[in-house]
């Protein structure tokens, strides 16, 4: 048995592998897995964690500015929808108001018609009858003439025609020239 420790002595020894280095670098490998638990792994763990609770937080934080803005969109489409059928109920007034304003002209403007036209015809038969009256005048101072060269003279039935077409030609350019 001597020999076969010494061979496997002879055995490590030739591989360069020891029993108590092999123990000293499992225990050497523990201890520094020990230190990189406490020293590294759970600072990195940590950092790691809060990265995460970071990220998770920018998530919600962009999902609750997202919400937001589809909200403010929202209501931004609702007041444009309501701007656009204020618009229209302003030009639909407008349009009425302009419709009454030009019904009132016209109404104003056919009144005034009338109006001119009722003095016109007043007017015209103001002048009217006052040419009758010159007219009349005219007839009564040539029958007064007419009467008047009959006294002065006699007439024969002849004459008498002459001079009544004489007066109503007479009267007849009076007519006319007024």
Do not use: C
């Not at 108590?20 to 499992?26: A, E």
């Not at 937001?68 to 007034?93: D, G, V």
Request: hydrophobic share 45%; no cysteine.
């Amino acid at each position: 048995m001597l020999w076969k420790a010494n061979v496997w002595v002879l055995g490590e020894a030739a591989h360069g592998i020891s029993g108590g280095t092999i123990i000293y670098q499992l225990l050497m490998f523990i201890i520094l897995l020990a230190l990189l638990r406490k020293f590294a792994w759970q600072p990195l763990m940590n950092i790691m964690k809060q990265r995460e609770e970071h990220i998770a937080n920018e998530i919600d934080q962009a999902e609750k500015r997202r919400q937001e803005a589809e909200k403010l969109l929202e209501e931004q489409r609702e007041l444009m929808k309501q701007s656009r059928q204020e618009a229209q109920a302003l030009i639909e007034n407008a349009r009425k108001l302009a419709e009454e304003q030009k019904e009132q002209i016209v109404a104003s403007a056919r009144a005034e018609a009338e109006r001119v036209k009722e003095v016109a015809k007043k007017e015209i038969e103001r002048e009217k009858e006052q040419a009758m009256a010159a007219l009349r005048e005219q007839v009564a101072s040539l029958s007064v003439l007419i009467a008047s060269k009959v006294i002065e003279k006699e007439l024969t039935e002849q004459d008498q025609r002459k001079l009544i077409e004489a007066y109503i030609k007479d009267v007849q350019e009076a007519g006319g020239a007024r």
